[in-house]
């Protein structure tokens, strides 16, 4: 089993959309959890950092950890054809190599207008 | 310049020959990292470099993958005897909090190897 389970998707959602990600894990040791947003040949950027269980708001962007579940979930609301990207979820432990990030594979997403 | 920067954006080489690759990370930043995106794939964890200190390599997948940083500004990226499965993106990234979790991403290095 990997670390880090993430549907690579592609996922087509039409314009105005709500969109769910989500990502499991089996480390129960993970205690950062992050969204990265990477579009077509360029580096990934940071959307949204969670520390704790529970939700986390930022705009149209939703952050949602589960730890009891190791489950985590970004959701976009009203989605715009701009969201059309990959979201890598990406974690990591407290006392590990804070270098080290485990990255899902990442679903691709597009919003069509 | 304002964020990192990876050179060449490009490389095709023949299965055998050595590459180097390099990334100049954001001024002030001390930590930096290579991690490797194969098509399709997440992003693999290569090295890691923070400030002063012994780099982390337990990401490198063979002892034909090397790095060095010179103090807290460039690094380079060398795979000797490349073979066409180092073919991927090689991206680099820099932070100052790792706290926030926070990577700032180059736009990467494709590696084409025939």
């Known amino acids: 089993q990997k670390e880090v389970e993430q549907d690579p998707g592609p996922l087509s959602v039409p314009e105005g959309a709500i969109v769910s990600l989500n990502c499991t894990y089996s480390?129960?040791?993970?205690?950062?959890f992050m969204w990265y947003r990477q579009y077509s040949r360029k580096g990934p950027e940071l959307l949204m950092y969670t520390y704790s269980s529970g939700n986390k708001e930022d705009g149209r962007f939703t952050a949602q950890v589960d730890k009891s579940s190791k489950y985590i979930s970004l959701f976009i609301r009203d989605s715009q054809p701009s969201d059309s990207a990959t979201y890598l979820c990406a974690m990591r432990d407290y006392g590990g190599s804070q270098g080290n990030l485990i990255f899902g594979k990442g679903t691709k997403l597009s919003v069509k207008p | 310049g304002a964020g990192v920067s990876q050179s060449p954006s490009n490389k095709v080489t023949e299965k055998g020959k050595d590459v180097e690759l390099r990334c100049d990370p954001i001024?002030?930043?001390?930590?930096l990292y290579w991690y490797r995106q194969r098509l399709g794939q997440g992003l693999e964890f290569l090295i890691y470099f923070q400030g002063n200190s012994a780099p982390d390599k337990s990401g490198l997948p063979s002892d034909r993958f090397s790095a060095e940083r010179t103090g807290e500004s460039v690094s380079t990226l060398t795979i000797q005897r490349t073979q066409q499965e180092d073919s991927a993106v090689y991206l680099c990234?820099?932070?100052?909090?790792?706290?926030?979790?926070?990577?700032?991403f180059g736009e990467g290095s494709r590696l084409t190897v025939l």
């Open positions: 001024s002030g930043h001390t930590a």
């Open positions: 990234a820099s932070s100052h909090d790792l706290n926030k979790g926070e990577l700032f």
């Open positions: 480390n129960s040791a993970f205690q950062y």
